[in-house]
């Protein structure tokens, strides 16, 4: 079983996961001063991270979640086990650890996939 899984690509297992549990809601008070909450939807934020990479390792990331949506099947902590979904990627950040002989080695790869 892939932890994570991209548009139907198993992705390299990442070194940092975590799944973060986000409830998104409308909230105002009354005229009493009483908080009235209403829960719109849970949403996941899952933060991802690879170390030592090789250029076809980076390639692939990056190329399965860029272009907007894509469709993500995880491994989710609240029902413990695969969970799918529709996300989108934030800001990816790929510093090289070291290019030699024309081929990069880069330190990690950080980013995350928010759910739509």
């Not at 297992?13 to 549990?21: L, M």
């Not at 860029?66 to 086990?81: A, C, L, Q, R, W």
């Not at 990816?92 to 080695?105: A, D, E, H, W, Y």
């Amino acid at each position: 079983m892939a932890l994570i899984t991209v548009n139907g690509v198993v992705l390299p297992t990442p070194s940092d996961y975590q799944v973060g549990i986000q409830d998104l809601s409308k909230s105002e008070r009354n005229a009493n001063g009483t908080l009235i909450m209403e829960l719109i939807a849970t949403k996941r934020k899952i933060e991802l991270g690879w170390s030592a990479l090789t250029q076809s390792e980076m390639s692939q990331i990056l190329k399965s979640v860029k272009g907007g949506f894509f469709t993500v099947t995880y491994f989710d902590p609240e029902i413990g086990g695969n969970k799918t979904g529709t996300f989108y990627a934030g800001d990816r950040q790929s510093p090289i650890l070291m290019f030699k002989n024309g081929v990069p080695t880069y330190k990690d790869l950080k980013f995350n996939i928010i759910e739509r």
